[in-house]
């Protein structure tokens, strides 16, 4: 199986990763831009707008364009498409799951809670929701640190020198952002340091996994 168009440099060990070879290719997507999104940018209140708020044409776009810069740039062929079960996620993942399911051997589609955005408990002290319901999920900042670990660990975990896998993931800067830290602690614990990511709507974290389990990150995000 092709794990991307540059597998030939993939079968020998990449250089710069100690001639490691890759088993696993985990693409992360940050869902395309929403009107919360454009709301918090511009300091404005954003009770009004429901959790599972949709996408905006730009958001559109920016799905569109990560569909053109995988399937038809990159070549790319996913074994796994999963989205988070928001509907933000599924709407930028549409346009990659159509090209996909085009394919001779279409990817499985998964639709995942596990990587669904935490409850908005943390912004609760900053906005007005008397009469909004913010909780999606009842569950504490340490649950959520929880299941975001343990769906990325079972991700971590598949793919072999033999039998590699790409898994191409739709989800929210919050679940990143606690993906990425997992990736930079010392430890697997409930409490990561606290680094933080700047996403982009609609930007591209790649986590290549080698034979060893070991991470590496880098991005991308596509262009108009």
Excluded at 101 to 109: A, G, N
Aim: glycine share 6%; with cysteine.
């Amino acid at each position: 199986m092709q794990i991307d168009i540059n597998h030939d440099s993939y079968t020998e060990g990449r250089k710069g990763m100690g001639g490691k070879r890759i088993v696993h290719r985990i693409v992360l997507v940050r869902h395309g831009e929403t009107s919360a999104n454009v709301a918090l940018m511009a300091d404005e209140d954003i009770a009004a707008h429901s959790l599972d708020v949709g996408l905006t044409e730009e958001g559109v776009l920016q799905g569109e364009n990560v569909a053109s810069f995988l399937m038809e740039g990159l070549f790319y062929v996913p074994d796994e498409i999963i989205y988070s079960r928001l509907d933000r996620a599924y709407r930028t993942a549409l346009p990659t799951l159509t090209l996909a399911k085009s394919r001779p051997t279409p990817p499985l589609e998964t639709k995942d809670a596990s990587w669904s955005e935490n409850n908005y408990k943390g912004t609760e002290s900053i906005i007005d929701h008397e009469h909004i319901e913010w909780v999606y999920q009842q569950e504490t900042d340490e649950e959520f640190v929880n299941r975001t670990f343990n769906a990325f660990d079972t991700l971590r975990q598949q793919g072999t020198i033999a039998s590699p896998k790409q898994t191409l993931v739709f989800t929210h800067s919050q679940v990143i952002n606690t993906v990425l830290s997992r990736c930079l602690s010392k430890e697997v614990s409930s409490q990561p340091e606290p680094y933080y990511f700047h996403l982009s709507n609609g930007s591209l974290t790649c986590i290549d996994i080698d034979e060893c389990r070991r991470s590496h990150i880098y991005s991308n995000r596509p262009q108009k």
